[in-house]
């Protein structure tokens, strides 16, 4: 259990073999952050998020159907 955070932020980090994206940003529209400095929040136009995420989530469909059919 003491590295179950650790792995799960290494397989979140991670680029899926057939997606070829970053798995945490298939869930959450945004590059993980490894660095711990203090940043000033960006606020991005909520179409503009929900339009990038439709992309990916039907990119990874997209490939996903392809890999099945294989």
């Given at each position: 259990?003491?590295?179950?955070?650790?792995?799960e932020?290494?397989?979140?980090?991670?680029?899926?073999?057939?997606?070829?994206?970053?798995?945490?940003?298939?869930?959450?529209?945004?590059?993980?952050?490894?660095?711990?400095?203090?940043?000033?929040?960006?606020?991005?136009?909520?179409?503009?998020?929900?339009?990038?995420?439709?992309?990916?989530?039907?990119?990874?469909?997209t490939?996903?159907?392809?890999?099945?059919?294989?």
């Open positions: 259990m003491e590295w179950l955070a650790t792995v932020f290494v397989f979140n980090n991670k680029v899926d073999t057939f997606t070829k994206l970053l798995l945490f940003k298939v869930n959450y529209g945004k590059k993980l952050r490894m660095d711990f400095k203090i940043r000033k929040k960006k606020h991005v136009k909520v179409e503009e998020f929900v339009k990038e995420m439709k992309e990916i989530h039907e990119k990874v469909k490939v996903l159907k392809n890999h099945k059919r294989k």
